[in-house]
């Protein structure tokens, strides 16, 4: 566990050891002034160095551990700006750390009078990620680390170590990490694809490294394509030092080659990349291509070039051997790149070294080092030569130590044979665990094939109980059907009849008329006009009534339950059956509203609360229509008003129509909705007028539906005359 780093004013924090190391590191730089040690604990007194500032960059750097160095650091250049003009704060702050065997209490005291700088020390925190990226691929090299990527694997996006703290640039200190984590574990020791979206694939380079591309020309024979990073190029100084073009042969596939010009900057003291092309070829086309854009690209330094003008290119060429800045940019660029791959996946191992060397100069910038951190050893070092001096060679230690080696081997053998014993044991137990592993999953299984059979014969309750149910609608439909059929047998026996002819007939009459005008109260219908009989094509004697429900957005739901529960105010149990139904049957809904979209976006619907209902909710003429007719299995019809007309529409339900006693279909009266703007309304027609009446078109589709489901036609055969 760490202390809380670079705190400010009082602060007393105390942490937790555990099974955990420690350390008393909180970033500024603490000189050690005194230690009381005692039984139960240790108490350190430190005082904070201070930090020393460069004047004209305004850069924090962190002092050295003594004054005596101080004085020394101070008459040295600036790292980030190169300039003598380092001064030395002094900062007065105390810290004291009271250390027990489990605990540790940090007291702070006092405000820093400089800023932050880059620490020495890194936080246990940091340590432990550090060290589980090291161990997450042993044989990274240290420069994949930095840069987030290498040929031997390839992160998109890449993850350098600075992700984790952005001080972890210097090189050496990675490789340190490496080394000691590695040797802290016991670790140390394709078919190519068609470029068939180029254009997707550059796209994709220029959303994650924005301004990296410059040009892009993909046609055979002058192919050209280049790019370079804004910020290492701004900062190039070609008036001081010239400018190295090179041509590297094997970093793509055959056949392709890229083109690198590099310069030296002085605040990492190398050469560094400031502009790079990809070529299909060596020709005078390809170069004058990639240096026009060159110019393009640095036109604020050069001025501008006109592509008209045939510039020659011969001039540039000198005869000059490989020189250090390119033999350096060919070391960094195999380490993260394999050799001939396709020229995207490079380019993007390119791209992303070039966004390290980015980091370098704004780790620079902020007063830290990228490089090794090299001293150089003033003294050289002293070989001793061997002499001979013409005696012969002892051989009394190898003669009288063989015994000893004897013993030793004896020894290695036991241990061998102890560790091939305890091997052994290590796999009985492993044996073992997975026998016991399996036995628990068995169990599970079993378990879940009894809850699979519960819920089975729960939902087999459930359906038997629903088919109950509706048998016993059935039953109640027939018996009407049958009390209706009976009342015509007897009007007719009547009208046979000479004497009495006349007054059956008004009798039967009188009947009719005394329930319809129960109906017609019972339900708070009213008069309907001559307007919409003459739109619906419908004759006033087959029409009983007229509803206008509640206009708050459910007024199709409404309309629905006054004919199927006598009342409006239970259009909650319309949409929760029509939910149910939809549900029941997903896959068939899903085919029939044409995607998973529209299935969900009617459920939605369905699953809203009692009230009020947004224009999203509301109930449609296409698919609510369809639902509500296969839920109560009962004819639907949607008659809309619209400025040039009325439409209407007959939905059928895709079931067997319930029949009564004698095996015949229970002709009842269906649900005619009439919808004026944006508003349902109810036409309740009379029993006995639904033969009589012609009602309107099918819904298109239906017969196709059936014939693909295997559904019965029966509600066709009967409807198919009546529209």
Known sequence: MSFPQFPDGHVNHEITFH???HDMFIGWQLEHVSRDKRKMYTTYYKKCLGAIQCTSCNVWLRPKSSKEHIDVQVTENCPSCLTPTLIYVECHVKVHFHIKSKTGVMNHEGTHTHGKFIPLH???ETLEKVEERVLEFPTEKPYGLKTGTSPMRVQKPARPVSDIDPNLRNLGTI????????AKNDKLRSSQPALESAHMELADLTNEFPGYLQSADITPGKMCITFCAPDIAMKADFKKHPMLTDVTYDCFMKGYYLCTTNIHFEEIDKFAVIFQGVLDGLSTIHFKNYFLSFFKTF???FGHTDEVIDVN???LAHATRTTNGIEAFHRDLYRIVESKKLVIDTMYQIFVYLNSTELDFDHIKNGGRADYRRKKTSKPRETKKFVN????RDTTKTLFDLEER??????????KKKEKKNEEKKNEEKKNEEKKNEEKKNEEKKNEEKKNEEKKKEEEKKEERKKSAAEERRERAAKHTERIKENKKRSKQDTLEQGSKKRKVDDSNSDRSMHNDSMFKGLGLSRISADILSQCQLDDDYVLGFYNPKSDGNCGWRSASVVINNDEKHYGIVKLVMKHAIVKEKDFFTSLFGSEECYQYVLAKLSQPDGHVIRTYWFDVLDCPRVLAQAYNHLVIVYSCHPYGVHGTTFLPFREPEKNSNNCIIDIAPIVLYLRGNHFQLIVIKDDAVDRVIWPKLFPGYESVISRYNITRS????????C
């Open 19 to 21: 099974e955990k190391d």
């Open 122 to 124: 890194f936080t246990m």
């Open 175 to 182: 490789k340190w990490f490496q080394h000691t984590y590695l």
């Open 299 to 301: 036109d604020f330094v």
């Open 313 to 315: 290119f011969s001039g």
């Open 389 to 392: 001096d013409g005696h012969a």
């Open 406 to 415: 004897k013993k030793k081997e004896k020894k290695d053998e036991e241990k």
């Open 715 to 722: 509600w066709l055969d009967l409807y198919e005359a009546r």
